[in-house]
């Protein structure tokens, strides 16, 4: 199947603090910026050309979408048109979870309006803090079923675990039928977090190497108007 050249849309979104944008950002720059907490305004939008075996290059868009925006009238614009959403939650954190049911109700609400068939995972975040953990794994599954979660993964902005795997294979379920059809028949566990020191992103045995001549770019306001100057760009920003 040839798909070189196509586009994936992924939708972050959770309730806030659970470290979506540090995902986001430990995906599209490979870096984690500390203990500082800078709540997302609005949306972001990022974007990340990357080769996929066996698809060829994709373009992901990533949409970052505030913890907050739950209560936004912007909402269904800010969810208009994403392909897959990463469903996100702190696994330090109970209430984040039981959180995530809002957005869920109203991705599947707006998708049967709409009469389309978003693809979604199911994101526990900050796997590196496994002692501080309060969602256990049978928590996480029985999520997963209620809401007929089929791509489930455990993942870590500090340490890298898991992200790249995160975001390439929900491109590559969303675009390969046949890879929807291999999910579908063998439900995925979660990938877990060894407890062992984290290896550096680009060293774990589940890390995709990036290959050379594949950009990885982030747009904040401050770069965002350069980058929507630029013709090629695919790339917006709504505050
Ligand atoms: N230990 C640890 N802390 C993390 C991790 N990811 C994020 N954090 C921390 O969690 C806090 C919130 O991270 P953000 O990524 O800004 O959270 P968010 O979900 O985007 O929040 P909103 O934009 O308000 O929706 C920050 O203080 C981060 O440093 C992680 O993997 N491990
Ligand atoms: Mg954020």
């Known amino acids: 199947m040839d798909l070189d050249g196509k586009q994936v849309r992924i939708g972050v979104i959770g309730a806030p603090c659970i470290g979506k944008s540090c995902i986001v950002k430990r995906f599209v720059e490979n870096s984690f910026h500390g203990s500082q907490y800078n709540p997302t305004p609005g949306v972001d939008f990022y974007s990340r050309r990357m080769s996929v075996k066996p698809l060829g290059t994709v373009t992901l868009i990533i949409i970052d979408i505030a913890g907050s925006a739950i209560s936004s009238k912007m909402l269904p614009i800010y969810l208009h048109g994403i392909d897959v ?28 309006e709409k009469h389309v068939e978003p693809s979604v995972a199911l994101v526990g975040s900050k796997g590196d803090l496994e002692h501080l953990r309060t969602v256990r794994l049978d928590a996480h599954t029985r999520f997963a079923q209620e809401f007929n979660i089929q791509l489930s993964f455990l993942v870590s902005a500090k340490s890298g675990e898991s992200v790249q795997t995160c975001f390439t294979k929900c491109a590559i379920y969303h675009l390969s039928p046949e890879a929807k059809q291999r999910v579908r028949e063998h439900a995925l566990l979660p990938v877990a977090i060894p407890k062992r020191q984290s290896l550096p992103a680009q060293n774990h045995p589940l890390a995709i190497p990036q290959p050379p001549g594949t950009s990885a770019g982030i747009l904040n306001p401050t770069t965002t108007s350069a980058a929507m100057a630029d013709p090629n760009s695919t790339v917006c920003s709504v505050q």
């Open 85 to 112: 959403f990463l469903f996100t939650y702190d696994m330090t954190n109970t209430a984040s979870l039981n959180e995530l049911r809002r957005w869920v109700t109203v991705v599947y609400g707006l998708a049967e």
